[in-house]
């Protein structure tokens, strides 16, 4: 089996359970990733409009643990195209958001002792923030292998090592693209992704729900992933929706209640 140019177009179905454990990795362990940006922008900002290149190489060593297929869960501030292996998974969408969450299985070629993710992130142009326009991009990986049940997963932190960059020669998504002058990207510190909503209310049944721990940088929304399947035959749009931002102190599995005249939905993986 060769790779493909691309492995678009998807059909939606529901997010298997086989890949609540890389959900799970992706809630709570995925930290943010973007670029060095040039003064006066600090993580986690960047310029309006910004476009920039990402990528992480995966290499096997082990010839008992060749790569059958990949599972990515991935969230971007703002849009995103994604390529595996120089395949496009996903395309630019500007209608994407950042509090959407796609998650693709993609097969390896038979053999494949490399794998490479390239992520090309795109921060919104919003002219009306422009010292105050965060970016960034966070991602769980899940790598299958031939012949065992074992996996292997990754998360986005300071233990990945991604390289990122804003210029953008042709043919830098492929797998064989020279990426070693590329520099490190910055892993947003902890204090831009953890934040407290403490919330004042005499029902105390909605004060249980509505105290949450922020995992992530934003908040509110539901996610949906998006996933490709391993025949390629068809493709398919995982959806599954969580409150995925938020760790609960909640032991109800699925709620909605009003926080400060916010709808929040709470969806608990086991």
Same mark, same amino acid.
């Given at each position: 089996?060769?790779?493909?140019?691309?492995?678009?177009?998807?059909?939606?179905?529901?997010?298997?359970?086989?890949?609540?454990?890389?959900?799970?990795?992706?809630?709570?362990?995925?930290?943010?990733?973007?670029?060095?940006?040039?003064?006066?922008?600090?993580?986690?900002?960047?310029?309006?409009?910004?476009?920039?290149?990402?990528? /992480?190489?995966?290499? +096997?060593? @082990? =010839?008992?643990?060749?790569?059958?297929?990949?599972?990515?869960?991935? *969230?971007?501030? $703002?849009?995103?195209?994604?390529?595996?292996?120089?395949?496009?998974?996903?395309?630019?969408?500007?209608?994407?958001?950042?509090?959407?969450?796609?998650?693709?299985?993609?097969?390896?070629?038979?053999?494949?002792?490399?794998?490479?993710?390239?992520?090309?992130?795109?921060?919104?142009?919003?002219?009306?923030?422009?010292?105050?326009?965060?970016?960034?991009?966070?991602?769980?990986?899940?790598?299958?292998?031939?012949?065992?049940?074992?996996?292997?997963?990754?998360?986005?932190?300071?233990?990945?090592? /991604?390289?990122?960059? +804003?210029? @953008? =020669?042709?043919?830098?998504?492929?797998?064989?693209?020279?990426?070693? *002058?590329?520099? $490190?990207?910055?892993?947003?510190?902890?204090?831009?992704?953890?934040?407290?909503?403490?919330?004042?209310?005499?029902?105390?049944?909605?004060?249980?729900?509505?105290?949450?721990?922020?995992?992530?940088?934003?908040?509110?929304?539901?996610?949906?992933?998006?996933?490709?399947?391993?025949?390629?035959?068809?493709?398919?749009?995982?959806?599954?929706?969580?409150?995925?931002?938020?760790?609960?102190?909640?032991?109800?599995?699925?709620?909605?209640?009003?926080?400060?005249?916010?709808?929040?939905?709470?969806?608990?993986?086991?």
């Amino acid at each position: 089996m060769s790779t493909p140019a691309s492995y678009l177009p998807l059909a939606e179905q529901d997010f298997p359970s086989e890949h609540a454990a890389l959900a799970q990795a992706f809630h709570t362990r995925a930290t943010w990733l973007w670029t060095h940006e040039d003064e006066p922008y600090q993580p986690p900002y960047a310029p309006p409009g910004a476009e920039r290149g990402f990528r /992480w190489t995966y290499t +096997s060593t @082990l =010839p008992s643990r060749t790569p059958s297929s990949i599972t990515i869960i991935i *969230s971007v501030d $703002n849009y995103f195209a994604l390529h595996v292996n120089g395949a496009l998974v996903h395309a630019v969408n500007s209608r994407d958001e950042f509090w959407d969450a796609f998650a693709f299985t993609v097969p390896i070629a038979a053999g494949s002792t490399k794998t490479v993710i390239a992520v090309r992130g795109f921060n919104a142009d919003d002219t009306t923030a422009v010292l105050n326009n965060p970016a960034g991009f966070t991602a769980a990986i899940k790598f299958s292998f031939q012949g065992t049940t074992e996996t292997e997963t990754f998360v986005t932190g300071p233990n990945m090592q /991604w390289v990122g960059e +804003s210029s @953008l =020669p042709a043919g830098w998504e492929d797998p064989d693209f020279n990426d070693s *002058s590329w520099p $490190n990207v910055v892993v947003y510190p902890i204090e831009h992704y953890h934040r407290r909503y403490d919330h004042d209310n005499s029902n105390s049944d909605v004060n249980a729900s509505c105290d949450f721990e922020l995992i992530e940088s934003y908040d509110y929304l539901y996610h949906s992933f998006t996933a490709l399947n391993l025949q390629h035959t068809e493709s398919y749009l995982y959806l599954f929706h969580s409150r995925h931002p938020f760790t609960s102190r909640s032991n109800s599995r699925s709620r909605i209640d009003e926080c400060d005249g916010r709808r929040v939905f709470e969806q608990h993986l086991q």
